[in-house]
């Protein structure tokens, strides 16, 4: 097969039975379970966007994605609910399970409110992101 072109529209496939989210320039589209058409460069980032979390194999960087492109021989098969419930609660890309003495990883809360907007953060953080207060 010859090289695609980025601008080249290929065949996207979700291969969950839920809307997904990619993100291209900015801008959200929604990933309808099934086929799409869409240039390859965002099939590609869309992809990347969605990996099964908890699925990667960090000995090999194989890694299950939700989102298969036909035209790149991606596994489009479908994803089952069951299937993909072994992952849940996954909060990484990696499989943990697949290394050894590798311990869970787990969330732990910040305790110093530095990026928080909360009212009890005990940096006075601004409410707005430009240099010129536009209540001013």
Known sequence: MAELAHNTYVTLINRTQDTLTGTWDSKQYDLLSGKSEHPLDRA??????????GSEDPRTNSIIYKIGVEE??????????????RFSGSIERWDRAKLVGARPTEVVAGDNGLYSRNDASPVGLPAHSNFVNPNS
Do not use: G, R, Y
């Not at 021989?73 to 994803?79: M, V």
């Open 44 to 53: 590609v980032k869309f992809k990347e966007q969605n990996p099964v979390m």
């Open 72 to 85: 790149l021989h991606d596994d489009c098969s479908p994803l089952t609910p069951e299937f993909l419930a």
